[in-house]
């Protein structure tokens, strides 16, 4: 009776991983690749604040005044070095260096993709990397990529709809898995979107006084 029960236990349980699978591998490959927000191993994060300037204004410093207030945006933040342009304008190739805690840091590589007046600018890394910094040399703990995304929307001639949105998108769902728990364990998730939203509001405030 124990052996049929564990048995038919056995059975179910392995009927629910194969349906798991399934659909961890069709929503894998069949969705919206335009979007990059629909991939099921993606850490998505958006918000938006109006900023009290003309669209024009708000464009052109996101575009050409990053590199000189990003370390005013955030104390963890490090670097924003435009390494071969004087904005982010398509092709532009950008070093950010941020600090994920006392322990670690964040090096992202970008490149400008889109930039259109008035409009979006987007850039995205293909290799960022968390390095644990706590030791006499660094040491790599996780790699993902990270695509950035900066809208513009004009309210009226004085005022702009400001939205950032940040998608983390890593190599499969698995590891998706893994920086989810990472997260929620060390309470990071939390303060990733505290940060992210304080952030924006402090960009918006640097924005209005320049």
């Given at each position: 009776?124990?052996?049929?029960?564990?048995?038919?236990?056995?059975?179910?349980?392995?009927?629910?991983?194969?349906?798991?699978?399934?659909?961890?591998?069709?929503?894998?490959?069949?969705?919206?690749?335009?979007?990059?927000?629909?991939?099921?191993?993606?850490?998505?994060?958006?918000?938006?604040?109006?900023?009290?300037?003309?669209?024009?204004?708000?464009?052109?410093?996101?575009?050409?005044?990053?590199?000189?207030?990003?370390?005013?945006?955030?104390?963890?933040?490090?670097?924003?070095?435009?390494?071969?342009?004087?904005?982010?304008?398509?092709?532009?190739?950008?070093?950010?260096?941020?600090?994920?805690?006392e322990?670690?840091?964040?090096?992202?590589?970008?490149?400008?993709?889109?930039?259109?007046?008035?409009?979006?600018?987007?850039?995205?890394?293909?290799?960022s990397?968390?390095?644990?910094?706590?030791?006499?040399?660094?040491?790599?703990?996780?790699?993902?990529?990270?695509?950035?995304?900066?809208?513009?929307?004009?309210?009226?001639?004085?005022n702009?709809?400001?939205?950032?949105?940040?998608?983390?998108?890593?190599?499969?769902?698995?590891?998706?898995?893994?920086?989810?728990?990472?997260?929620?364990?060390?309470?990071?998730?939390?303060?990733?979107?505290?940060?992210?939203?304080?952030?924006?509001?402090?960009?918006?405030?640097?924005?209005?006084?320049?």
């Amino acid at each position: 009776m124990i052996k049929k029960i564990l048995f038919t236990l056995g059975g179910f349980l392995l009927f629910i991983a194969l349906i798991f699978g399934i659909m961890m591998i069709k929503s894998q490959f069949f969705y919206d690749k335009s979007k990059i927000e629909n991939r099921p191993n993606s850490f998505y994060i958006s918000n938006n604040m109006e900023v009290n300037k003309s669209i024009e204004e708000v464009y052109n410093f996101v575009k050409y005044k990053m590199d000189d207030y990003y370390l005013e945006i955030d104390e963890m933040h490090k670097k924003f070095e435009i390494q071969n342009n004087d904005g982010l304008i398509e092709g532009a190739e950008v070093l950010c260096i941020e600090y994920e805690n006392e322990n670690q840091i964040i090096e992202h590589f970008y490149q400008v993709r889109k930039s259109i007046k008035n409009e979006t600018i987007q850039f995205d890394s293909q290799k960022s990397i968390i390095y644990d910094i706590t030791g006499p040399k660094r040491k790599k703990v996780f790699e993902f990529k990270t695509y950035v995304y900066f809208d513009f929307e004009k309210i009226n001639t004085y005022n702009t709809k400001l939205t950032q949105t940040i998608v983390l998108d890593f190599k499969n769902p698995a590891a998706k898995v893994i920086f989810d728990i990472i997260g929620k364990i060390s309470g990071n998730e939390e303060v990733w979107g505290t940060h992210f939203n304080e952030e924006l509001t402090n960009f918006g405030k640097i924005i209005e006084k320049s």
